[in-house]
């Protein structure tokens, strides 16, 4: 059982001032660790922020560190915004390049992770598609964790960015209290790691959550992840509830996680799943379409996780228009991620 992994009292807690608490556990999940704890990493997001995209401004957190990515499910932004994240606090960056590993030997993730962990690494980023692969690895290695997605369990770095984007971009970044907000998680939920930690996050800062999908994509059981259970609700058509919403977060439709796909005479690609049977069908009620947009309030954002079926859950005129917080998202994630090192691995 690794030292780390209960987030309830700290071997290193001599003092309570939120990050220090952080200091050599691992971040797994954002479901079960009080607010405050949540807290302290945005607040140290937000304050490294100009650094994390700005190469030339340096730090040295992480210097004569190494830290390991193990990336067993494809991945571009969150992987590379980790490793530039550990490369701007100072620290070298392993890639464990999976596809030429000894886990296609038979290896298995655990193995791997005891013998990354052996040549010297002080922190280590896992994404893998079973759900409570990242929780397996912390139990077995000394270091922290860090969570990069889960299958459909939990991304926790990918909703603290979301809750900064959303928190700066309505002036409530200094607490990060979004009472008051309204936030649309929209279309393929059940799938959805993304959906999971931001309903726990979002709720556990004030926020109001409406979750919308198809019946077959929407379980009714993501409201106990709220940190209230009337602060989310779960809708399944999205014309009712637009226009009350101050962000909304679209969701790819992750084909790869729906099992054998079906093909449809007369589908356009991608082709339809047991869980959309008509993808036409799925634009015409929870796309946000150019047309919807319009009907969005004054100052509501568009964001989206990434990567995104254009044309099938958002427009592309909506992902690159005037509303679309997209790419703040991105340049966001590093910022979250430098905490988070800093805040786990950091002295
Ligand atoms: C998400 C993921 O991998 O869970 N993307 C991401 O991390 N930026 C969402 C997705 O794959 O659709």
């Not at 190469?55 to 990515?69: C, D, H, K, N, S």
């Not at 999971?196 to 800062?205: E, I, K, W």
């Not at 959309?276 to 309030?297: D, F, V, W």
């Not at 994630?333 to 002295?347: D, E, I």
């Amino acid at each position: 059982m690794s030292p780390h992994a209960v987030a309830t009292s700290s071997p290193a807690r001599t003092r309570d001032d939120g990050a220090a608490w952080w200091r050599g556990r691992d971040l797994l999940g954002i479901h079960g660790t009080p607010v405050e704890r949540w807290r302290a990493i945005l607040s140290m997001a937000r304050a490294m922020s100009a650094r994390a995209v700005d190469p030339g401004m340096g730090g040295g957190e992480l210097a004569g560190r190494a830290i390991a990515t193990l990336f067993f499910e494809d991945s571009t932004r969150t992987k590379t915004s980790f490793a530039l994240a550990a490369q701007r606090l100072g620290a070298t960056v392993v890639d464990l390049a999976v596809a030429a590993s000894s886990v296609n030997k038979g290896e298995t993730i655990v193995d791997t992770a005891i013998n990354v962990e052996a040549m010297g690494i002080s922190g280590m980023v896992v994404r893998a598609r079973h759900s409570g692969a990242a929780g397996l690895v912390a139990s077995a290695v000394r270091c922290p964790v860090f969570n990069a997605g889960d299958g459909r369990h939990e991304h926790p770095t990918q909703a603290l960015l979301d809750a900064l984007t959303i928190a700066e971009r309505f002036g409530r970044g200094d607490g990060f209290d979004l009472t008051g907000l309204t936030v649309g998680i929209v279309g393929d939920l059940s799938s959805s790691r993304v959906c999971r930690s931001n309903v726990a996050l979002l709720t556990m800062l004030g926020a109001r959550v409406v979750c919308v999908g198809p019946a077959s994509l929407a379980p009714a059981a993501l409201r106990t992840l709220a940190a209230r259970a009337e602060l989310c609700e779960v809708r399944h058509e999205l014309d009712g509830v637009i226009g009350s919403l101050d962000a909304i977060m679209m969701l790819r439709v992750q084909f790869e996680r729906h099992g054998e796909e079906q093909k449809v005479a007369g589908e356009p690609a991608p082709r339809a799943t047991p869980a959309i049977p008509s993808l036409r069908e799925y634009r015409a009620i929870y796309s946000l379409t150019r047309e919807r947009e319009g009907r969005l309030k004054d100052g509501a954002i568009v964001m989206h996780p990434g990567p995104m079926n254009r044309g099938l859950e958002i427009d592309a005129e909506v992902a690159d228009g005037p509303r679309s917080v997209i790419l703040t998202q991105v340049s966001r994630g590093v910022a979250v991620r430098m905490a988070c090192l800093a805040a786990c691995v950091g002295v």
